[in-house]
Structures are given as C-alpha cells and as structure tokens.
C-alpha cells in the first residue's frame, strides 16, 4: 500500500482529503490517471496528478497532460532529470480557481522538496489549465506551459484550438 505521492504534505497539520481523513493510497488516487484510465476531471486533479507522474518518474504523462500544441517543445529528458533529482516532500494546493477564464482554471501550489542543506523548500507557484474540447466534444484539461517560448502571434488563432484569436485567449496568461 503506496501512498499516494499527492496525498504526502510536508505541513503534518495539513491533510488533503479532510473528509476522508485517512491516507488515500497511489491505486485509489493518481495512478489510475498516470495508467489512462481516468481523465482529469478538473484543473486540481490535473495538477494533483503531474505532481505525482514527477515524484513516480513518469515523465510521458508530464507531456501529454501539456496543451498539444506544446508537447513537441518540451524537453522529456529533463523532466525526467529533474523529476529523478528532486527529493520531493509533499504537495499543498493552495488554492483552486476553476474558472479564471472562458476555458482557463489556475491552481495556487506549493511543492515541496528538501533543499541540498536538508531544509524543507517549495516550488510556490500558480499554473494555468486550459480546458480543449476534442472531436467528441469531450472536455480535456491541459496544462499550460509558460516556460515554453511560442512563435504565436497574437492575432494567430489560439494554440488550444479555440478559435478565438490568442492574445483573447491564451494568450492572456503566456506572458
Ligand atoms: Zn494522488
Ligand atoms: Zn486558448
């Protein structure tokens, strides 16, 4: 029974599922995720996820929950690197806002790894997920990466395949 990553906090007074208030382990959580059986049903879950496919190592799934159109950017090598490197600690969501935008949800985190020094340190940072409707019209969370330089203009058409032009819609929060 493998707890699952998501669920570890380095704040001991801090659980993630206080309604349940036990440990959730990785088979009831994020794995059925990381395996492509469940889909990310909101922007939380899309980050509870990636943070987890970092602490197992799963750098695929790091790129293909990343908006399509950025995918091919993306350095799979050194995510994997980095997430191998990294002794994570724990994960806080913040908080969660589910309609920043039209299509766009933020989530306000912080994850915790242990410094070279043995102190406890944290990525504290907000994420932007788009949701992209596909062929079937079924809704797909993305993350969107920020650190991945685009040649988009900004009247292009937006790089999720909303049709509306990118400086209204992604574009807003790629700066
Ligand atoms: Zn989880
Ligand atoms: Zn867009």
Same mark, same amino acid.
């Given at each position: 029974?493998?707890?699952?990553?998501?669920?570890?906090?380095?704040?001991?007074?801090?659980?993630?599922?206080?309604?349940?208030?036990?440990?959730?382990?990785?088979? !009831?959580?994020?794995?059925?995720?990381?395996?492509?059986?469940?889909?990310?049903?909101?922007?939380?879950?899309?980050?509870?996820? #990636?943070?987890?496919? +970092?602490?197992?190592?799963?750098?695929?799934?790091?790129?293909?929950?990343?908006?399509?159109?950025?995918?091919?950017?993306?350095?799979?090598?050194?995510?994997?690197?980095?997430? #191998?490197?990294?002794?994570?600690?724990?994960?806080?969501?913040?908080?969660?806002?589910?309609?920043?935008?039209?299509?766009?949800?933020?989530?306000? +985190?912080?994850?915790?790894?242990?410094?070279?020094?043995?102190?406890?340190?944290?990525?504290?940072?907000?994420?932007? +997920?788009?949701?992209?409707? !596909?062929?079937?019209?079924? !809704?797909?969370?993305?993350?969107? !990466?920020?650190?991945?330089?685009?040649?988009?203009?900004?009247?292009?058409?937006?790089?999720?395949?909303?049709?509306?032009?990118?400086? #209204?819609?992604?574009?807003?929060?790629?700066?």
């Amino acid at each position: 029974m493998q707890l699952c990553p998501c669920q570890v906090s380095a704040k001991p007074a801090f659980l993630a599922s206080p309604v349940l208030n036990q440990p959730v382990v990785y088979s !009831d959580c994020c794995q059925p995720y990381h395996q492509g059986i469940s889909k990310a049903e909101t922007a939380e879950r899309l980050m509870r996820t #990636r943070y987890s496919a +970092f602490v197992q190592v799963l750098p695929e799934y790091i790129v293909h929950t990343t908006l399509p159109a950025q995918q091919a950017l993306l350095d799979i090598e050194a995510i994997e690197q980095w997430a #191998r490197e990294t002794p994570w600690a724990g994960l806080e969501i913040v908080e969660h806002t589910p309609k920043l935008g039209k299509r766009q949800a933020q989530v306000e +985190f912080k994850a915790y790894y242990t410094a070279p020094n043995g102190a406890q340190a944290a990525h504290h940072e907000r994420s932007t +997920f788009v949701k992209v409707k !596909d062929k079937a019209n079924s !809704d797909t969370w993305y993350f969107l !990466d920020p650190t991945t330089a685009m040649s988009v203009s900004q009247k292009q058409p937006c790089i999720c395949g909303s049709g509306e032009k990118f400086k #209204r819609c992604c574009g807003v929060y790629l700066v």
